[in-house]
């Protein structure tokens, strides 16, 4: 029980921190930085989030996660061997499980 007292005693204590911290540089023990700008529940925007112009890096991380992901499925199903593959071997399995599903002979 005394080490809980001590963690609590040493949380409040930095939050504590903050709210002053706020209070001699905003004059303020609350500072809500986003204005009038929030968050709607109601209207989400999941899909323009995911997939808008302004977000590339998202959708770019998003789509190499999943090449990665196809690609760790084809060595782990042995259709992208470690020592056996060259640049012509790789392209031409690349991102393809067809092979995988059909159960096909391996190249090398």
């Known amino acids: 029980m005394p080490a809980f007292l001590i963690a609590l ?48 890096l998202t959708t770019l991380v998003f789509l190499l996660m999943i090449v990665g992901q196809i690609q760790t499925y084809q060595y782990r199903t042995g259709y992208i061997h470690w020592s056996e593959m060259n640049k012509e071997r790789y392209w031409k399995s690349f991102l393809r499980i067809d092979k995988v599903i059909r159960k096909e002979k391996k190249d090398w």
């Open 9 to 56: 005693i040493i949380f409040f204590g930095l939050a504590v921190i903050q709210f002053v911290l706020y209070k001699i540089q905003t004059g303020s023990f609350w500072v809500y930085s986003y204005g009038k700008k929030g968050f709607d529940f109601t209207h989400p925007h999941i899909i323009s989030f995911l997939f808008s112009y302004r977000k590339g």
